[in-house]
């Protein structure tokens, strides 16, 4: 299934000025557009509150208990780029620190998500270096085993290509193939034109029922109401 | 067990002012003074650290991954409500976001309480609209099957009637049946009334062991001290 | 395997000063300088995100939804210390809330880590008393059943003997036995010592590949890079 | 929300006749008839595969780590019951075991539904009695609290009131209301009726595709296939 | 990242010979073959111990709920494929059952493969129609919506490409790749070419650490005996 | 917490009679003559139905993801053994499956007790070599790194030491310290020994209520019968 041992060193990216603008519309928005496709399992969880990112993804296969890896990604990280780092088998172990981070952030990383473990907590949050993980353990790693940069990976139940573009925050991780960013961009703009409005008149106590036209189809649909 | 496609336009609320003063209490007391019944599940967490909310029930029964109800039900919210959304299957997509919870509010919803996911979480934070949810998640829902309104549903764990007080805090949801209300409000007050004072007592330095007797009773039971 | 119904009042605690410095490292790199073991399962979380406390072990065992032995251990404490508790049976109810964390703080308790549920989040998170536990439970809890204080126990799947280091932040909940508590002090400075010059150098943009010397032994390890 | 320290001595119970008839459909088909609804959530097993049974509802609700309940229900079993039991928090000790699987058998009881944990389970397996459970633990539990027999309780998510017909077998544990049990044995009869003829013919090598007319809605659509 | 409605009609499937002969050595052996790669998650376990299958993927996409694609899959099994079932979201419905089994099977099919529940668990097990799934569930589910039928698939945590092989048994589904399958195969078959003369010398006491030569390493490492 | 990289050679046993006559009570009865302490997790389940064993412990560390020590355990096993493996992380890849399964039978050893994962569970099942473990994984190891042999470990949640008795069968596993061997053995039989004489008293309809005189400890306690 992956190909061990290897590191694609030119791998083609998502427009980042698209990633970019997705970022904008945060994950909900983007996964709508993509009609509701791409999201990672929701056990993946910023390390603080708030946090947001959007990037092309770098990809990495780790071995249970093992960061070698990373190192060799930090490489090949360009500015904007989003490491995304699978594990061949489920261990939560904390793959990633505050060193880590220092040297993702200086090569122009927009984030990590990780469907492991990081550590450091603390000092991730402070630096404001997003990250989205499986878990946050105090339990380091080896550097023994070699894994892969920039093959396909599977990462909570995503199957991520480098160079697709990530858009994460608090309602998850969302990844957007790179041949589907621009048109998925355009969809997630669609969506969003007439949001504010939208808002605005639910805001005012207008009902959902009444401005998406619910009345009809629901009675259609059989619904009674008893007083 | 349920009865679906019904919406009850006339329910019976408990008291407002009851539910303000049982909120004032926060879950953990009124817990207690329910004789340690009505809590649910401990998965119910708050979207935000520190959120605080109580009111009367209008209860929801949702499908898996379908959202159609919370918009008929947005029209039965009174002020001092709080929706409490039941899925008829376990499903952790996003059922209530930003939109909805501008609606809900202009209509005066004290909160949310859902068996299932939300998503716009930072949004939902930034507008200080509390809700409780089983996961965040930017998974959409559709709009396609009828459940009900206003009729008993089990959320949690716990049965809610529609019209019973809701109260929750970062130490979870508890449900006080319409019928319980004044009850448990007295006996919420009647714990509280001297905690003050026993606050006062253990911050300068008295054990518990002395302020509720405890050490006859211990010894009692056969409790050695080993020098 | 545990004895019940005992209270050992004289227990042999580690050098206060120890478990300080031990603190002032955080959990990670203690738990990387005791060899990466003694870390209490990722599943113990802080109540608050920031909370970071040290100190030497209370041991107290609890039988599930009883509290009791808290009170008894809350005689114990001395100032320094962290109360470490375990359950016989996986119960997440809410043993501790604040009125016990009013006690345990005047009489100098660091904080409390606990197999278990917590209650009265908010509270605990303004007292800024430190608590790491399994769950957030408003449940509360008996006064029924004789457990014990200062005996070895297992704790989120580490052994604890009274009077071990615990060392816990964000990342979670490290133990060192008082016999390896020097020890395992020099080897975290060790670690350090030189951590601030890594960071510059990261920070710079200098490869942990190259920082590390781990271009060689990624060769020999057969890693191919591909244009 | 529960009634504590009562047993209704005298419930309306479902026919028993057509208990025992729902209990021939199965677990699968009563759901379906009952419109999707009334299911116990899935972690309910059978303690052995192959488990079957049906019978009417009688209700105990268990305090965390005490069966003393389950010895009250015993004397209110009538031959074709089965006994629902609920547990007021999380708690998967072994609340049952082959004594109490003699009385109850002796009693006349159908099996054990029970939101906690069983032991004894070899036992169990060669007695036969059927029993579902969140768990099976060998940790034994005490006898000092009261709660309550034959009152509506929550069961792993579903409501059972008293009298209702459960129908549990290797798919689950199904609760149907008595009120509905005449009309959901009348839809699940109609289900049935035609599904030998279905088998044969799939059996035979016609597609759901063709015995369902599914090509057009397929079409309408949007299928495409692609050579 | 999933086309959506669309179903592939001629896929390349690996030979069925292959398929067939890594069915005889095992999810184990052909994982340790693959070099430990391509094994979906270990909570996907078989309806009933024992059970055993290989063959040649054929891939479906299904919405939560929802299976109306496993019908529109059944008219491209060929005799000796494996259905390989992936879900939009985690939703663990039964959206298989002995009717769908009944005509899997007279297509030829030799297994299914589900992340997702199923139910009618006694027939299937009756059967003998092996099936590997996240849960078993009376719940059953609707034909409304469309995913697609051989795509590539992330199942499990695997990603999974119509044709592939799959083996499976007790011990969990391996995913091999159609270009490895036959490399795969001569490694596996490498691997148990003295497994017998391995068992024979193990059965008669000879130690592993003897047979592998392990003393020297382990000496080298470090290890120390203490009498 | 732990010493790696050492085996013990000479460790003392509890009696083997005295083990096998507890194996004999089964779990459950042990436990409860424990004072309900000593229990495993109840994650800890057998890998085939009906496995039954007792023996004295030989304990292993082992790392995730590496089966190293079982190996050198092996040459520690003596007939009447129970081999408890405890791994530093959480981590459930299969480190055991049917060659050291052999190997262990052949060295006299009656089961294993492993908290992570194992393999082969057909041949495991075949060979009826009894094994509890926390799940069944497909996953091989690696043998890299030393942990040790016959040093105090924590497993599933219990505190073993070498020579200690495990009793475990389909209920869970029971670690008994060698110290209270013979004393459990005798709470053992004596709750045992009228077991018998109650289950026919039981069979014969005969209430609980009234064989343990419960009526007025009820009535104390405040039940009410309601008609």
């Given at each position: 299934m992956y190909e061990l041992g290897v590191v694609y060193r030119n791998i083609?990216?998502?427009?980042?000025?698209?990633a970019a603008r997705l970022g904008a519309f945060g994950a909900a928005t983007v996964h709508e557009a993509m009609g509701r496709l791409g999201l990672m399992k929701p056990y993946m969880r910023p390390v603080y509150a708030g946090a947001q990112a959007s990037g092309t993804?770098?990809?990495?296969?780790?071995?249970?208990?093992?960061?070698?890896?990373?190192?060799?990604?930090?490489e090949h990280i360009r500015p904007g780029d989003i490491v995304v780092a699978a594990v061949t088998a489920e261990c939560?172990?904390?793959?990633?620190?505050d060193l880590l981070a220092t040297s993702f952030k200086a090569r122009g990383a927009n984030g990590l998500v990780i469907d492991g473990g990081v550590r450091d907590a603390r000092v991730l949050t402070e630096m404001k270096f997003p990250v989205?993980?499986?878990a946050i353990s105090a339990k380091g790693t080896v550097k023994a085993t070699l894994g892969s940069v920039n093959i396909p990976v599977v990462c909570a139940g995503a199957l991520i290509t480098p160079g697709d573009?990530?858009?994460?925050?608090?309602?998850?991780?969302?990844?957007?193939?790179?041949?589907?960013?621009?048109?998925?961009?355009?969809?997630?703009?669609?969506?969003?034109?007439?949001?504010?409005?939208?808002?605005?008149?639910?805001?005012?106590?207008v009902l959902g029922l009444d401005?998406?036209?619910?009345r009809e189809p629901l009675q259609k649909a059989g619904l009674k109401y008893i007083d």
């Open positions: 083609r990216r998502a427009d980042p000025d698209v993804a770098v990809t990495v296969l780790l071995h249970p208990g093992d960061n070698w890896m990373l190192h060799v990604a930090a939560a172990d904390g793959y990633f620190g989205w993980s499986k573009v990530i858009v994460a925050d608090d309602d998850g991780v969302v990844v957007v193939p790179q041949a589907l960013a621009q048109k998925t961009l355009e969809a997630a703009a669609a969506r969003e034109a007439n949001e504010g409005e939208k808002r605005a008149k639910l805001a005012a106590g401005m998406y036209n619910m």
